[in-house]
């Protein structure tokens, strides 16, 4: 798939002495950091010619089509220069981990490393908006083959069963984690199954969100007031 050239012209690019210029990449369905790369001229006109992500590798010294190897390529959405015209955003949309440890993001924890991002750091929530827009999308569309589709056409009861078995599932795999927590072991396994549970629990909440006709904007809404009076009510015991 081609992108149209007039989403940054090549000609107004500042590249370095070197001749690059740094890119950041951005997943284009909710905003994570994916990676930062390096882009000459011919790696930004090799991108928007084919659709996918190309970067310099200054280690090859050569161009390079990510997932090349791996399979793992970085789908363009769009490129955007910054005020100095000396650096690219880039918005893709990531077919597999964009890290070559496995990881989603370069940024992330490599696997079976402790995590020791503050728990209130970013969690990067934004990545559901993308989930959101593509069960919104096929809502609307009912493509063929879409298991969102089928889900949506089996109607509220389907759907809800689909949540409550997602519930269990998660509730048993919680215990598990628990259950290895217990015992020393290691948890590499029953967090990474509790975690998928998790997210299967998430999107099917969220397609019965849309199957009702409502949208994630009104469950933040209740979850945005309780805190409000969670807040007022903390405040009026401290006085």
């Known amino acids: 798939m081609s992108v149209d050239p007039s989403t940054v012209d090549p000609a107004l690019v500042r590249f370095g002495a070197d001749g690059l210029v740094p890119a950041v990449v951005q997943d284009d369905r909710g905003g994570r950091v994916l990676m930062l790369g390096w882009m000459d001229r011919e790696a930004l006109e090799a991108t928007l010619a084919t659709g996918e992500v190309h970067f310099h590798s200054r280690s090859r010294g050569r161009l390079w089509r990510k997932g090349e190897t791996s399979g793992n390529v970085l789908r363009l959405a769009s490129i955007a220069l910054d005020c100095d015209a000396d650096a690219l955003l880039v918005r893709a949309v990531p077919a ?115 199957a009702r006709g409502m949208a994630p904007r009104d469950v933040l809404d209740v979850l945005s007031a309780r805190a409000s009076v969670g807040s007022l009510a903390a405040a009026e015991a401290d006085g």
């Not at 990545?127 to 609307?140: H, K, P, V």
């Not at 967090?191 to 909440?205: I, N, S």
């Open 96 to 210: 597999g981990p964009t890290c070559h440890r496995g990881t989603a993001s370069c940024f992330d924890p490599a696997p079976g490393a402790p995590d020791d991002r503050p728990v209130n750091a970013d969690q990067g929530f934004t990545a559901l908006e993308g989930l959101w827009r593509t069960i919104a999308s096929r809502a609307a569309e009912r493509p063929e083959g879409s298991y969102t589709a089928q889900l949506l056409d089996g109607g509220v009861d389907a759907i809800s069963r689909k949540v409550a078995e997602e519930a269990v599932e998660v509730a048993l795999a919680a215990k598990d984690d628990a259950a290895a927590e217990a015992a020393g072991g290691s948890r590499d396994g029953t967090r990474a199954a509790l975690a998928g549970e998790l997210a299967d629990l998430l999107y099917h909440a969220l397609v019965l969100t849309a």
